[in-house]
């Protein structure tokens, strides 16, 4: 594709900036429960979630591997613990090859360097923050109880952002959906998982950022 008019690179966190998805998945089953047993079904149900706010991700645990309905105040109970053991497991996560030189790069190039999540914002600049990607960004933007595609909506209205001239990198196929939603040009990032098996219409997938980079940009980055 041409990529001449690129001017926002807008990046999911997880799984592209940050090599978080195990951790993450961990974490949510501590969030349900001690039991190893579930917390190993919960762990595997969750990596299949990919490019899901927290919310849908809490409820369609519950539903399918868990079994039952919430009980009074429990999805508030499952998001507050999520929220404690998640913010852990980001700390601890390391960042994904490269990623710290692609935005570098960008930022040499004059292009907008944007971080979205489905991650509360004040968590994730925390943890943006400890992984020294703050000044590597230009703007970081948080998720809640909302679907992705409603974020990446929302941002590129308010900032009045043209979406032929954005790149979107995520590793979901719900990253995928929020971009046809948004009509801005994907990057798909798959270390092997096999995630975009059967969808088109998107560049890659890719690796990592570093891959992304050398082959739409022609970047000249080592390898970690």
Request: charged share 30%; glycine share 10%; aromatic share 10%.
């Amino acid at each position: 594709m041409d990529i001449s008019g690129i001017e926002v690179c807008i990046f999911d966190v997880n799984g592209v900036l940050i090599d978080s998805n195990a951790a993450n998945a961990a974490a949510m089953a501590r969030a349900f429960t001690d039991d190893p047993a579930i917390q190993e079904r919960v762990a595997e149900f969750y990596l299949e979630l990919t490019g899901i706010d927290r919310g849908e991700k809490i409820r369609l645990i519950q539903r399918h591997v868990i079994g039952k309905p919430f009980g009074e105040r429990e999805f508030d109970l499952r998001w507050a613990n999520f929220g404690r053991f998640g913010r852990l497991s980001m700390f601890e996560a390391p960042p994904t090859r490269g990623s710290r030189e692609v935005l570098a790069e960008l930022g040499a190039r004059k292009i907008r360097r944007i971080a979205l999540s489905n991650t509360p914002v004040v968590e994730l600049q925390e943890v943006l923050t400890a992984h020294r990607f703050d000044s590597l960004l230009d703007l970081v933007r948080g998720g809640g109880d909302w679907p992705k595609r409603e974020s990446l909506v929302r941002l590129l209205r308010e900032l009045h952002l043209d979406a032929n001239r954005c790149f979107f990198v995520g590793d979901g196929k719900g990253d995928l959906a929020a971009a046809r939603y948004a009509d801005v040009s994907f990057a798909a990032i798959d270390p092997g998982r096999g995630e975009f098996e059967g969808e088109d219409g998107f560049s890659g997938p890719y690796r990592d950022l570093i891959d992304w980079g050398r082959e739409t940009f022609g970047f000249r980055l080592q390898s970690n």
